[in-house]
């Protein structure tokens, strides 16, 4: 059974620029969540989708959103990228529910 | 989501076993006690999760107090693959947009 996973592995980009990340979920999980990742501030929820609907939303600014497709593949996006935005991000699928998360690999952005 | 304490960091040996704690005293009757583990350079890997009763997996057991206002995840027999860092999580099953809060986790490190 694959696991989540997340395109592309590393990713640099300079700021200003707009980028996205891509997850595919393990099979028949509906629930895909973000997180990001930094040694200042561990790991941080960014939001939560459940059959192309966001369920939940951290809080980041309005420059980070994701998407959903019918197929449970998740897209999330950053524009007007700055150099804080230099992370690892994480997706996660669920089955929903109280079921653990399987965690993809992330993919590490680097900002410069 | 209510918050979790664990110690930053504990040290096994190889072999033994290892005693994780949490405590969560502001835990409520609908929060089920997660814990989810990070290797280096990977994503976090759920380990276990229980809500009142003691619960046991292949990869490890999770005591639960009677009053639930702390755990402790048990590692049978660690070994040098155990070293990660583990973090103890609320997850109210009451809402319907399930986020993992992260703290700052247990590092653990085993020694040969």
């Known amino acids: 059974k694959a696991g989540v996973t997340q395109t592309p592995r590393y990713l640099i980009k300079t700021r200003g620029q707009q980028v996205t990340l891509s997850c595919s979920p393990i099979?028949?999980?509906?629930?895909v969540s973000w997180y990001q990742q930094t040694p200042g501030q561990g790991l941080q929820f960014l939001f939560e989708?459940?059959?192309?609907?966001?369920?939940n939303k951290g809080n980041f600014p309005g420059r980070f959103s994701g998407r959903q497709f019918s197929n449970s593949r998740s897209e999330m996006n950053v524009s007007t990228l700055e150099l804080g935005d230099s992370a690892l991000y994480l997706c996660?699928?669920?089955?929903?529910?109280?079921?653990?998360?399987?965690f993809g690999s992330g993919t590490r952005l680097t900002v410069v | 989501d209510a918050k979790t304490t664990q110690p930053n960091s504990m040290e096994s040996n190889e072999e033994e076993p290892v005693h994780l704690p949490c405590n969560h005293s502001?835990?409520?009757?609908?929060?089920?006690i997660h814990w989810y583990r990070q290797l280096p350079s990977q994503g976090p890997e759920y380990v276990i999760h229980g809500l009142t009763s003691n619960v046991n997996n292949r990869m490890a057991s999770l005591a639960i107090a009677e009053d639930r206002k702390s755990s402790t995840l048990i590692l049978h027999r660690a070994t040098l693959r155990d070293a990660a860092v583990y973090y103890c999580i609320l997850r109210d099953s009451n809402n319907a947009g399930n986020m993992l809060t992260f703290g700052g986790g247990t590092r653990l490190m085993v020694k040969p």
């Open positions: 502001t835990i409520s009757g609908t929060d089920y």
């Open positions: 996660a699928s669920s089955l929903g529910g109280n079921q653990g998360y399987t």
């Open positions: 099979s028949g999980h509906r629930s």
């Open positions: 989708y459940f059959s192309e609907t966001q369920r």
